[in-house]
């Protein structure tokens, strides 16, 4: 769901070395400690507020792509969109809260299924947090929304980020090809 890329571009670390690029759904949410349950069990996690399941709960559409349909009926005025869409993005604005001060992100690339929203999912979630730094003195010294990018729809996280973490050849580790 999330990928945080370090300081001067080092994979797979936050900038000090911390907790390893990746998903990030498995994280208590900064919002609420209710809602729907994870897939793992818990209630209160980020998944069920911050990604392609949530936005199926949150806006049930059998259309082509459901993120774009829920922002666009929200643009168009929809209350129950307006809602859904707000959910969403507080959700991922949560999740980028935690990354940016957490593993010392220098950007949170977003990635997965939310990706097709492409630009109005990022203005919002940078809006969202644009507010929280106006309210917070602390989070203002992140410049969180400074931090949020989204990945061109389809791009393929997981094969990027195995060639990035995979031992060159030669490492002493087999090599399995398929």
Do not use: K
Not at 40 to 46: E, I, K, S
């Amino acid at each position: 769901m999330w990928v945080p890329v370090s300081r001067r571009g080092s994979r797979g670390t936050g900038a000090s070395g911390g907790a390893p690029a990746g998903r990030r759904g498995d994280r208590p949410p900064a919002v609420r400690d209710e809602g729907a349950p994870c897939s793992c069990g818990p209630r209160g996690r980020l998944g069920p507020a911050a990604s392609g399941p949530a936005l199926a709960r949150l806006w049930p559409y059998d259309g082509e792509h459901r993120g774009q349909a829920l922002f666009s009926a929200a643009a168009a005025g929809d209350r129950r969109a307006v809602s859904a869409r707000d959910g969403l993005v507080t959700g991922v604005a949560a999740a980028v809260r935690i990354l940016t001060p957490t593993v010392g992100a220098e950007a949170v690339i977003l990635g997965g299924g939310l990706t097709r929203v492409g630009r109005p999912l990022v203005d919002a979630v940078r809006s969202t947090l644009r507010s929280w730094e106006a309210d917070s003195p602390f989070l203002a010294t992140l410049h969180m929304s400074h931090h949020v990018s989204v990945l061109d729809a389809g791009t393929p996280v997981a094969a990027i980020g195995a060639a990035l973490l995979a031992p060159p050849v030669g490492a002493g580790v087999p090599q399995v090809i398929a």
